[in-house]
């Protein structure tokens, strides 16, 4: 059997790999020209819905998680940056990431080794070492909550985690989504991941200044750390 390139390599970003046209592209400039086009979903993909079925011997899932989201942390310290230069932030979501790709020299000048931080980061989230399959509504939809539902736990793992032990949080199927993520922890190697918590709190935001900026570098190496060594051993 040949081996899909997902399962083999684990931590590569697989943005260019399943949409070629972005061939070459990486880190930080790969994600948002992602976000900007029409491409094909990664973690939906051919590719990585075999690279379930071969690597766990299991038929094809019906859903798929992306379990470290990089451009909540990422997004929010962009938006304060151009906040305290003073710069528009455009709502529509497309022409934001225009507007930050278009701003990256000055959003992270002086600020280089959390760029590198960043890039690293995107890369390792677009790996299957950052998938996993779930169940249905697992990250919830427009009319049901779940792991991305923002003002409950913004993508981040521990959050979500938190709110399925909440008999009041009213996600879907809590319960039932409680019970499978504990049966599963260590079959997908996550319970480590689940314990990462947010670089701050959720109903918070990076800031004007840089009070935050060693808590959310700490968070973001954790994160890289964590991606790279989930399928070691």
């Known amino acids: ?15 260019p790999i399943v949409n070629t046209k972005l061939k070459g592209k990486k880190g930080i400039e790969a994600a948002l020209l992602y976000r900007m086009n029409s491409s094909t979903e990664i973690d939906s993909s051919i590719l990585v819905r075999e690279a379930y079925e071969q690597f766990y011997n299991a038929p094809i899932p ?3 998680d992306t379990i470290f989201n990089a451009f909540i942390p990422f997004m929010d310290f962009c938006r304060s940056k151009m906040i305290r230069l003073r710069r528009q932030v455009p709502n ?35 790996s299957f070492s950052n998938f996993m399959t779930v169940p249905l509504y ?40 409680y019970d499978w993520l504990s049966r599963n922890m260590d079959l997908y190697r996550i319970r480590d991941m689940y314990k990462l ?30 991606i790279e060594k989930r399928f070691e051993g």
């Open 62 to 64: 019906e859903s798929a």
């Open 1 to 15: 059997m040949i081996e899909n390139y997902a399962v083999v390599n684990k931590t590569d970003n697989l943005i």
């Open 197 to 226: 918590e947010p670089p701050y709190p959720i109903s918070e935001y990076y800031g004007y200044d840089d009070s935050k900026l060693q808590a959310l570098i700490y968070f973001v190496k954790s994160a890289i750390e964590l």
């Open 92 to 126: 529509d979501k497309r022409e934001e990431y225009e507007f930050i790709y278009d701003n990256l020299n000055l959003i992270f000048y002086r600020y280089e080794d959390l760029r590198q931080l960043f890039d690293k980061y995107f890369d390792l989230m677009y």
């Open 138 to 177: 697992f990250n919830g939809s427009k009319n049901k909550l779940g792991k991305g539902t923002w003002k409950l736990n913004k993508d981040y793992p521990s959050e979500y985690l938190k709110n399925l032990k909440d008999e009041n949080s009213d996600i879907y199927k809590r319960k039932e989504m």
